[in-house]
C-alpha cells in the first residue's frame, strides 16, 4: 500500500516544506476557495510532476500566487508593468492577472506570459514569503474532477506522490479566482469567478469588458483556483 502523505500545520518546522520543494515534491496549500497544487514554478521537475499527477494538457499554463508583489521578479515578472499596475493596486484578492514575464519558465508551459496574484488568504501570504518564493496553485485534482475543500480528502488522492498537506482544516469553497488579461482595449475578463467584472469597473479608469464565451476556459484547469 501506499502511503500519504504527511500534514503540515501553522507553526511546524518550515524546513519540511523546503526540502520537498527543492526535490521537485508537491504541496498541498490552501487558498480563498479550495486547495491548490504548489510546486516552485520554476523547477522542471516539480512542474512536470504536477502536469503528470493531474493529466493536464503540456500546453496549458499553471497560474501561480505570490506572497507580495515583489516575488513576481522571481518569475521573471515586472512588478511596475502597465498590465498589472492598475490591478495590483485590488491585491491581496481572488484577482488572477496574466502579465508579461522575461523569458518562458516551466509553469509558464513555453509561453511568455503567465498568470499571477496575491491570494486573499493571510496565511498563505505569510507561508510563501517566509518560504521566499512563489508557488503554483492549479487546483488540487486531476484535471476534470471537482476542486477539494476537504484535506482528508486528499490523503488518498495524493497518495504514492512526494507531497505534503499544508492542513487548514476544511475550506468555505465558492468560486475560483477571476481572471483578466490587460489588452488596448482596457482589461478582458478570459474567467468571471470571485471577483465581479461590476465590481472591478467601480475599481479601475480602464474600460473592463467580458471575453466571448468561447475565451473562457470550460473548468479552471487552465489558470485556477
Not at 26 to 48: F, N
Not at 143 to 161: A, I, K, Q, R
Not at 177 to 193: F, K, P
Amino acid at each position: 500500500m501506499s502511503q500519504g502523505p504527511d500534514s503540515w500545520r501553522w507553526g511546524d518546522d518550515l524546513a519540511v516544506l523546503a526540502n520537498l520543494l527543492a526535490r521537485g515534491g508537491m504541496l498541498a496549500i490552501p487558498t480563498e476557495s479550495t486547495y491548490g497544487l504548489g510546486v516552485d514554478p520554476r523547477s522542471a521537475e516539480g512542474v512536470a510532476a504536477l502536469y503528470h499527477f493531474k493529466s493536464r494538457p503540456l500546453d496549458k499554463a499553471l497560474p501561480v500566487v505570490m506572497g507580495d508583489l515583489e516575488q513576481l521578479k522571481l518569475v521573471g515578472g515586472d512588478p511596475d508593468s502597465p498590465e498589472l499596475v492598475e490591478l495590483a493596486a485590488l491585491w491581496p484578492a481572488p484577482l488572477t492577472v496574466i502579465v508579461p514575464i522575461e523569458r518562458p519558465i516551466p509553469a509558464s508551459a513555453g509561453g511568455r506570459t503567465l498568470a499571477v496574484r496575491v491570494p486573499a488568504h493571510e496565511r498563505l501570504r505569510t507561508l510563501l514569503l517566509e518560504l521566499g518564493r512563489p508557488l503554483t496553485a492549479t487546483s488540487a485534482n486531476p484535471s476534470g474532477e471537482s476542486p477539494v475543500s476537504d484535506p482528508s480528502m486528499l490523503t488518498v488522492m495524493l497518495s504514492g506522490w512526494p507531497s505534503v498537506i499544508v492542513d487548514d482544516g476544511v475550506l468555505t469553497g465558492g468560486p475560483v479566482s477571476t481572471i483578466v488579461q490587460s489588452v488596448e482595449e482596457g482589461y478582458r475578463v478570459l474567467r468571471v469567478g470571485n471577483v465581479s467584472p461590476e465590481w472591478l469597473r467601480g475599481r479601475v479608469t480602464r474600460r473592463v469588458f467580458s471575453a466571448a464565451a468561447a475565451e473562457i476556459p470550460a473548468d479552471d484547469s487552465r489558470q485556477g483556483p
